[in-house]
T-cell receptor, first 112, second 114 residues
C-alpha cells in the first residue's frame, strides 16, 4: 500500500510534442505529490508538486493532473524540448509525514 | 546559496575498506536525509535526521552502515567494511520543513567498491 507505480519506464518524444508520465498510488492518506527531475550526474530536483484538493497545477510547460478517485496523477510536458531530456520521478508523501515514497522513474528522451 | 554540498564526488575503494561520505546541508534547513540510488532498487531512504537527531534509520541496510550529524551543518555516512554490493550513488538531501516535502538534493557521491 506504500507503493507508487510509475509508467512508462522510458519515453521518446519528438521535439515540440507532449510528454506524459503517469503514476498511481494506493494509500489514500498520501497528501502531497511532487515530481522531481534528474539530469545525469546530478541529484533529483523538485519540479512541481500538487496536493489532493486540487485537480491540476500548471507551471510553465509543466502540468500535473490529479485524479483523486482513481488515485492517479500525471505529469504533462507541453512543447517538449531536448533540454527536458532527463529522468523524472513521481513521489508521494507517506503517513510518516516526512518520508517520500518514490516511483521507479521514467527516462525521457526528446528527439530534436 | 551553494546548495547541498557532498564530498567526495567519486570514490573508488577496495572491498573491506572504510568509506566516509560527507554532506553539508543548506544553512537553516532542519532536516537531513541520506539516500542510495541504484538501477535495481531506485531511490532508497537510508536515514533521516531532524534537528541533528536520527529519527528514522530503518533504511540502513545493516550494521556496516552508520551515520552521524554532529551539528546542523555537517553529516557523515560511513560504511565499514565496504562490499561490492554497496556500489551506488549516495545522495544527501536537506529540507527546511520536512512535512512540505520539498527536498534539496546534493549532486551525490558515486561509490564503487572493487
Amino acid at each position: 500500500q506504500q507503493q507508487v507505480k510509475q509508467s512508462p519506464q522510458s519515453l521518446i518524444v519528438q521535439k515540440g510534442g507532449i510528454s506524459i508520465i503517469n503514476c498511481a498510488y494506493e494509500n489514500t492518506a498520501f497528501d502531497y505529490f511532487p515530481w522531481y527531475q534528474q539530469f545525469p550526474g546530478k541529484g533529483p530536483a523538485l519540479l512541481i508538486a500538487i496536493r489532493p484538493d486540487v485537480s491540476e497545477k500548471k507551471e510553465g510547460r509543466f502540468t500535473i493532473s490529479f485524479n483523486k478517485s482513481a488515485k492517479q496523477f500525471s505529469l504533462h510536458i507541453m512543447d517538449s524540448q531536448p533540454g527536458d531530456s532527463a529522468t523524472y520521478f513521481c513521489a508521494a508523501r507517506g503517513d510518516s509525514n516526512y518520508q517520500l515514497i518514490w516511483g521507479a522513474g521514467t527516462k525521457l528522451i526528446i528527439k530534436p | 546559496d551553494a546548495g547541498v554540498i557532498q564530498s567526495p564526488r567519486h570514490e573508488v575503494t577496495e572491498m573491506g575498506q572504510e568509506v566516509t561520505l560527507r554532506c553539508k546541508p543548506i544553512s537553516g534547513h532542519n532536516s537531513l536525509f541520506w539516500y542510495r540510488q541504484t538501477m535495481m532498487r531506485g531511490l532508497e531512504l537510508l536515514i533521516y535526521f531532524n534537528n541533528n537527531v536520527p529519527i528514522d534509520d530503518s533504511g540502513m541496510p545493516e550494521d556496516r552502515f552508520s551515520a552521524k550529524m554532529p551539528n546542523a551543518s555537517f553529516s557523515t555516512l560511513k560504511i565499514q567494511p565496504s562490499e561490492p554490493r554497496d556500489s551506488a550513488v549516495y545522495f544527501c538531501a536537506s529540507s527546511l520543513i520536512p512535512t512540505m516535502g520539498g527536498y534539496t538534493f546534493g549532486s551525490g557521491t558515486r561509490l564503487t567498491v572493487v
